[in-house]
């Protein structure tokens, strides 16, 4: 079976033959249609975050269920599922609590099985982990029942891989976390995958202005396709606090979504806030970075930072929810796709990421 395979941060990605288990118990075996390429998993190539090695990256993939291991109710070969990156442990407080995004004992985060092994392998024998438990950049995958969330048929692999995680995670933030009402202002800083899903999330709450700004003017075109009202070219921090206010109308946006993770534009999420305003970080950083923002207009102002990790998606209730709003023809999520590309091309996919070129681009099997 072949797979991008990462032999440690920092270096290329290889494509391999690997050796895959059959599903235990509890598990079941997916081939992969697509597998979308995200910024995190860049953030791994490129060493900015710590992960073990050797690793089959992808955490953004949907595919076909092809065999349920033993144990498994409900789900059955031939159904389409949308994997999650953190399947959760459903017996922890935040579980129970039913904010599973926020899970303490999740395997995912060991990329292993619950069991603490691995179902893929060398042909010597060495284990090799699957990114997230999920590890989608590969033709096959064993994961938990947990991870494998069945939708609709109708819907397009390659849609059906970015519910996995740009689209939970950007429309999650704006309907889920920030809780945007109709009629409300909303600025998104970074235009990727993540943030042009805030730009149709905030279309979809009924959001009245929607300003869109990243670095790159293609961008710009994008999400003004999807839904944003105006749009703002970053440059200067300071000019750019000011465009953003104008669009906005008034004093400010009402809500700013950071979707880059960067400490500038968290700054500058922060600081273009108006009076009551709310600022949601949605991009992940480096490790170790920090961002700081005045304290005394923060306070006065009764300002709002909050964190929002996937959305505050529960995949089993959220995948299905946006597969329908999207065969219902309210989410667009087909136009974040730039190209359809092979496996081989993964480390191109990642050049051009760091350019801030192109959208998505989807790795299809
Ligand atoms: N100012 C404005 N825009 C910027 C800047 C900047 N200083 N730096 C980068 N951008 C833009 C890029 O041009 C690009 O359009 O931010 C966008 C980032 O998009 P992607 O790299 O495609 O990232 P995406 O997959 O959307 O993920 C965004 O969310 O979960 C996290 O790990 C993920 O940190 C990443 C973020
Ligand atoms: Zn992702």
Not at 235 to 249: F, L, N, Q, Y
């Amino acid at each position: 079976m072949r797979a991008a395979v990462l032999e440690q941060p920092g270096l290329p990605v290889r494509v391999e033959d690997l050796v895959l288990d059959e599903p235990r118990a509890g598990e079941v075996r997916v081939r992969i249609t697509a597998s979308g390429v995200c910024h995190s998993d860049l953030h791994v190539r490129d060493a900015e975050w710590e992960r073990p090695g050797p690793i089959v990256l992808g955490h953004e993939g949907a595919g076909i269920v092809e065999a349920v291991g033993p144990g498994v109710t409900g789900l059955e070969p031939g159904r389409q599922v949308v994997l999650s990156w953190y399947y959760p442990c459903l017996r922890c407080r935040a579980c129970q609590s039913g904010r599973q995004w926020l899970c303490s004992d999740t395997p995912a985060l060991a990329h292993r099985s619950p069991d603490g092994t691995t179902r893929l392998h060398r042909a010597d024998g060495q284990d090799v982990l699957a990114y997230l438990a999920i590890g989608t950049m590969a033709e096959r995958t064993v994961v938990p029942v947990e991870a494998a969330i069945p939708i609709p048929d109708a819907v397009a692999p390659e849609v059906a891989a970015l519910i996995g995680c740009s689209v939970s995670t950007g429309v999650g933030a704006v309907i889920k976390t920030a809780e945007v009402p109709a009629g409300a202002s909303v600025a998104v800083f970074g235009l990727g995958g993540v943030g042009l899903s805030v730009v149709m999330g905030a279309a979809l709450a009924g959001a009245t202005r929607i300003v869109a700004v990243d670095r790159v003017p293609e961008k710009l075109e994008r999400a003004r396709d999807l839904g944003a009202t105006h749009v703002v070219l970053a440059g200067d921090p300071d000019e750019t606090i000011r465009a953003v206010r104008a669009a906005a109308g008034g004093q400010g946006p009402d809500f700013t979504f950071e979707a880059i993770g960067l400490p500038a534009t968290i700054e500058q999420s922060i600081a273009v806030l108006p009076r009551g305003g709310t600022a949601v970080l949605v991009g992940l950083t480096r490790f170790g970075a920090r961002a700081s923002f005045e304290a005394f207009p923060f306070v006065d102002g009764s300002l709002r930072i909050l964190g929002s990790n996937y959305g505050f998606a529960v995949a089993a209730l959220d995948f299905p929810r946006l597969a329908e709003l999207h065969l219902a023809g309210r989410l667009p999520i087909e136009k974040l796709i730039d190209a359809r590309i092979g496996l081989d091309d993964l480390e191109d996919a990642f050049a051009r990421m760091r350019r801030g070129e192109s959208v998505r681009r989807v790795i299809t099997f």
